[in-house]
């Protein structure tokens, strides 16, 4: 099939390359920035003034490395193209980035043209969407004693999962003046590994600083032959049921449990 190019023949590229719904920024050889299309534009005048610069045109001829660390300008520099990655500003911002070669027709390259998609508001999204199943799956439960509450895990065990509990145990137990906290692992199947047994003792030595006792109920045969065979140290009282947790918290108490 012929490709017939006759219609780029009148067209305004500068029209065309601000029709493109991507923002586009143009460097010369030298990484100069030379233009940016009316897309680029309203995302740096978001960007710009966390680095002091207002009026987005004022980026026209800055330097690239003036945004880009050491490692991005060698890829810059050395390829390979075209280069994706994606990047975070100021905590507050989140962008695809796709930079590649202009090239002339005799094959010289004569600039680059990077590729900024805004993903800020999609990452955002994400990121509340996960807070809140992380929510649903370490759920944090009162019991019939004020200064004692249920951790109910379930699923798998994750460094990151358990960054998370920590932090929101820490919140719980200081705001609901906790002296005991229950953790459940009856609903966890997986096996206990050195790095996630290193976050539950941090987990448990934060709590203590609160002086909070941390109990670990449930815990499978097979969790514990795993603790066992690694030789991991768990620095919290453990017990086979939620029951046996309980009465402990009980006798701490100096409550008694009696049948009517």
């Keep these: ?154 699923g798998v065990l994750s460094e990151e999962r358990l960054e998370f509990t920590k932090q929101k145990l820490l919140e719980a137990a200081s705001n609901n003046s906790t002296d005991y906290i229950i953790v459940d692992f009856t609903g966890i199947q997986t096996i206990l590994e050195e790095d996630i047994a290193f976050q539950l003792n941090q987990l448990v030595e934060a709590l203590t600083l609160m002086g909070v006792e941390t109990i670990f109920v449930g815990l499978n045969p097979k969790i514990v032959h795993n603790i066992v065979k690694m030789g991991i140290q768990l620095n919290a009282k453990t017990y086979k049921s939620f029951k046996q947790g309980v009465n402990y918290v009980w006798k701490q108490k100096g409550y008694e449990l009696k049948k009517l």
Aim: charged content about 20%; cysteine-free.
């Design 1 to 154: 099939m012929e490709i017939k190019t006759e219609i780029f023949k009148h067209i305004n590229i500068e029209s065309l390359l601000n029709s493109v719904g991507e923002s586009l920024i143009f460097a010369d050889k030298d990484y100069q920035i030379v233009w940016i299309n009316d897309h680029a534009r309203a995302l740096l005048s978001k960007v710009g003034p966390y680095i002091n610069v207002n009026n987005p045109n004022e980026f026209i001829g800055m330097n690239l490395n003036s945004f880009h660390g050491k490692r991005q300008m060698d890829i810059v520099q050395n390829g390979p193209f075209p280069y994706k990655t994606t990047i975070r500003l100021f905590n507050l911002f989140t962008a695809t980035i796709i930079v590649d070669q202009l090239k002339s027709a005799n094959g010289d390259i004569s600039g680059f043209i990077l590729t900024w998609k805004d993903i800020t508001q999609h990452e955002n999204e994400l990121e509340e969407r996960k807070r809140i199943i992380e929510g649903m799956y370490t759920p944090i439960i009162d019991t019939a004693i004020d200064s004692v509450l249920l951790v109910s895990l379930s």
